[in-house]
């Protein structure tokens, strides 16, 4: 079990659904990440959140939508997905925002299909 | 391009023995260093970071840094069979004002009974 807590563990949604992956972390840290893995490939970041605001976005489709209501929070809204889209969905923290040298704790992660 | 290099393996080593991890980056200007390890099915987990030159020593794994090769390694002694997974190497680069982590494509590691 980590420390960053993400529900639901798995979720398969038809393409014309909209859905929910949240992220919470109780260790104070202020920067919160999503990150896509496909299978046999590293993690690849997806939108970075610093102090509440976001700081990064790498060039993701807006049929994924982050929110982060607040330190503790991190949430990623899914709207007409595609099937390419299916893949482990990481959520980590880090300590202070993004400055370097703050190792990333990731949760357990949300396996997603889409139908 | 800022990049990560590992061998992807498998790196098969027996019981017992030192496992040795390698990994490359192409940022000079990186400071902080991170070893993952991921099993099958399951998300990253943190098992070493670096950011001095040198050694630093966590129980079985030795975690070594030389800038100027721009050279990370991880080493497993006593490897057991709970060690075989894949082992990630990350480094914090600065992009756009921000930094990032960028992993290599990870090094599996397999131990043999």
């Known amino acids: 079990d980590t420390e960053v807590t993400q529900t639901p563990k798995h979720l398969v949604m038809g393409m014309t659904n909209k859905k929910s992956l949240k992220c919470e972390q109780h260790m104070g840290h202020r920067a919160m990440y999503w990150y896509k893995q496909k299978a046999k490939k590293p993690p690849e970041l997806m939108f970075v959140y610093s102090y509440e605001k976001l700081s990064i976005n790498e060039s993701v489709p807006s049929r994924f939508s982050p929110e982060c209501p607040n330190s503790s929070l991190l949430n990623l809204h899914l709207h007409a997905l595609q099937p390419e889209d299916s893949a482990l969905y990481l959520c980590?923290?880090?300590?202070?925002?993004?400055?370097?040298?703050?190792?990333?704790?990731f949760g357990d992660g949300t396996r997603l299909s889409i139908l | 391009q800022k990049e990560v290099e590992q061998n992807s393996g498998p790196l098969s080593v027996p019981e017992g023995a030192i496992a040795s991890l390698n990994c490359t980056y192409s940022?000079?200007?990186?400071?902080?260093f991170f070893w993952y390890r991921q099993y099958s099915g399951k998300s990253p987990e943190l098992i070493m970071f670096i950011y001095s030159n040198g050694d630093k020593e966590d129980g079985r794994f030795t975690a070594q840094l030389n800038k100027a090769s721009q050279y990370v390694s991880l080493l497993i002694r006593d490897s057991q069979p709970s060690d075989s997974a894949t082992y990630l190497c990350?480094?914090?680069?600065?992009?756009?004002?921000?930094?990032?982590?960028?992993f290599g494509s990870g090094t599996r590691l397999l131990v043999r009974p």
């Open positions: 990350a480094v914090n680069v600065l992009m756009d004002s921000s930094y990032k982590l960028i």
């Open positions: 980590a923290s880090s300590q202070g925002g993004t400055g370097a040298g703050q190792p990333q704790h």
């Open positions: 940022d000079r200007g990186s400071q902080s």
